[in-house]
């Protein structure tokens, strides 16, 4: 059965730090575009970051203060959160996709419930 757990949400103020944490089972992660999304209420969910074997992708709202890493647990990867902002307050989703264009949400076919993080003024 195919899982995706994200863990590491929370409410912090902005300037703040937090830890996201995506643990996968089911499948073979190695093989699959592990992405991390994101949606605030009454938003479209938006691509955050991606990562593929080595190559990273990330959001230019998010470039250089976020940064996407396969964990150092087998099977999980990691979005670490820095500087974070007001406009960072949404639900955060781990997914597990293919080939395509990276911050289409069509393109990935595994999705975790989310976890929310919230940034405070």
């Known amino acids: 059965q195919v899982q995706l757990v994200e863990t590491g949400g929370g409410s912090v103020q902005a300037g703040g730090s937090l830890r996201l944490s995506c643990t996968t089972s089911?499948?073979?992660?190695?093989?699959?575009?592990m992405g991390w999304f994101r949606q605030a209420p009454g938003m479209e969910r938006e691509a955050v970051a991606a990562?593929?074997?080595?190559?990273?992708y990330y959001a230019d709202s998010v470039k250089g203060r976020f940064t996407i890493s396969k964990g150092s647990v087998k099977n999980t990867v990691s979005l670490q959160m820095n500087d974070l902002l007001p406009e960072d307050t949404a639900m955060y989703y781990c997914a597990a996709g293919g080939d395509g264009p990276w911050k289409s949400t069509s393109q990935y076919s595994f999705w975790g419930q989310g976890t929310r993080v919230t940034v405070s003024s």
């Open positions: 990562i593929y074997q080595d190559i990273t």
């Open positions: 089911g499948f073979r992660y190695d093989f699959y575009r």
